[in-house]
């Protein structure tokens, strides 16, 4: 049984960081892509960032880019969102998910390539 279980969510001030985790268990040595997802409410879940099994090719949207790093550790089953210079426009929950399949930098960005996700981490930044 395959789990993902996110932790680091909190609120906080904008400028503000943040580090994000998800972690894997069961069948992760499977895991090639991994990545970070973001729902505000009354918005759809939009694509943050995704890193690949060796961790050298990693993608990040725009709203990202230059303030957050993604990474993963996989001697710990574990993947990480590093969060610097919080935005209000930030604030929604964090999800991580992750699939056996290689994807391009095209595919990461949506949700049907993804075969499991875990239940979220809440990230508040006040102005």
């Known amino acids: 049984q395959v789990q993902l279980v996110e932790s680091g969510g909190g609120l906080v001030q904008a400028g503000d960081s943040l580090r994000l985790s998800c972690a894997a268990s069961?069948?992760?040595?499977?895991?090639?892509?991994m990545g970070w997802f973001r729902q505000a409410p009354g918005k759809e879940r939009e694509f943050v960032a995704a890193?690949?099994?060796?961790?050298?090719?990693?993608d990040y949207a725009d709203s990202a880019k230059g303030r957050f790093t993604i990474s993963r550790d996989n001697a710990k089953n574990t993947m990480y969102l590093q969060m610097n210079s919080l935005r209000p426009e930030d604030t929604a929950s964090y999800y991580c998910?992750?699939?056996?399949?290689?994807?391009?930098?095209?595919?990461?960005?949506?949700?049907?390539?993804?075969?499991?996700w875990g239940q979220g981490t809440q990230v508040t930044v006040s102005s």
């Open positions: 998910a992750a699939t056996t399949r290689v994807l391009s930098s095209l595919q990461v960005m949506y949700v049907t390539y993804y075969d499991y």
């Open positions: 069961g069948r992760t040595f499977s895991f090639h892509t």
């Open positions: 890193v690949r099994w060796n961790g050298g090719m990693r």
